[in-house]
């Protein structure tokens, strides 16, 4: 075999490798690699506790995460509170937005009726009816799928909190070992790849997950800070909501602003349609900057390339997809480096 065929068999079998990892033994290590990632995070914290107070690393650790995810569970409580306030407001005003909306259905069928010279009356008659029918086909639906499905949430949950115990006392024990981890690393036969594949990804990981929480963060921010300045009543709501879109590239932000203008602009109120115009405008090009600038720099993927990546994620493994796409394109390319310069 010449030698591009070589190198062509070669990305084959590694990119074969790489989805065979991500589909199968992933799932497996996710607790233990969620427990590096945290190790990695409250090791500076741990390692000056233990230097200028004394407290054992183990105990120091331990005292760090419980810090961190009591600070992050606080900030969920406060946003969760305001959210759940916007949706009991949302909820109480249903009855009212429907009323809205009969109105201007009303005017609708009647200018309808009056043009196509029909029984006063009849278009909303045909519509209650069709109301009834969909009604009914709900409740008929709904309760056998949330008895159906029920079940997977609540062992969803279990899984999600079996994870998460596991990733946090792992996390413990892998700085309270981290002098052996050390050592055997140095000793294994191939220090040299994994020193080199570990150093890529956790900087491609890294970087990847801090500027998307970045972006997210921001773009939430901004939309909260921008809507609630609008006297949006539900400007917290909606803007975790966009904040959340606008992290999915399939979606983005436009999903919910694009629209919402073009409402704005129908009923005439031009001034809230260009203020939403700016947000949308402040927002996508956020996003483009600091994307195309930091995580291209950083991960050594170009736009398309991570767009492409990304979509290619998404098809084969869902939305952890979006994540593992890239991820896996960089180490299809960090060990099909290493393999060439063998």
Not at 30 to 59: G, Y
Not at 171 to 181: L, P, S
Request: net charge positive; proline share 3%; aromatic share 12%.
């Amino acid at each position: 075999m010449s030698r591009k065929q070589k190198r062509a068999i070669t990305i084959v079998g590694i990119t074969g490798a790489v989805y065979l990892i991500f589909r199968y033994l992933l799932p497996l290590v996710i607790p233990f690699l969620l427990a590096f990632v945290f190790a990695r995070a409250v090791w500076p914290a741990a390692r000056f506790l233990n230097h200028h107070l004394k407290i054992p690393k183990t105990w120091a650790a331990s005292g760090m995460l419980l810090l961190y995810f009591g600070i992050f569970l606080g900030i969920l409580w406060i946003i969760g509170g305001k959210l759940v306030e916007q949706l009991d407001f949302f909820v109480d005003k249903i009855p009212e937005y429907v009323n809205h909306v009969c109105g201007y259905l009303n005017g609708f069928c009647g200018e309808l009726e009056h043009l196509f010279h029909l029984e006063s009356g009849s278009i909303m008659g045909q519509l209650k009816i069709i109301q009834e029918g969909a009604k009914d086909n709900m409740i008929s639906f709904v309760m056998p799928y949330v008895m159906t499905n029920s079940l997977p949430v609540v062992k969803w949950l279990a899984e999600f909190f079996t994870v998460g115990t596991v990733a946090v006392l792992s996390a413990v024990m892998i700085i309270g070992e981290r002098d052996h981890i050390r050592a055997w690393r140095e000793e294994t036969m191939f220090r040299r790849e994994l020193t080199l594949i570990g150093r890529r990804m956790g900087m491609v990981c890294g970087a990847y997950i801090k500027v998307e929480g970045i972006i997210m963060l921001m773009t939430t921010v901004i939309c909260m800070a921008g809507l609630t300045l609008m006297k949006n009543t539900y400007g917290i709501l909606l803007g975790g909501l966009i904040g959340i879109l606008d992290a999915l590239p399939l979606f983005g932000t436009g999903t919910i602003f694009i629209p919402w203008i073009v409402v704005e602009l129908i009923r005439g109120r031009f001034l809230a349609a260009v203020y939403l115009a700016v947000l949308y405008g402040i927002c996508y090009f956020l996003r483009e900057i600091m994307e195309a600038r930091l995580l291209g720099e950083k991960i050594g993927l170009s736009p398309l390339q991570t767009m492409a990546a990304m979509y290619i994620g998404l098809k084969l493994f869902g939305i952890f997809g979006l994540f593992l796409g890239p991820i896996g394109w960089i180490l299809v390319k960090e060990i099909d480096k290493i393999c060439y310069s063998s």
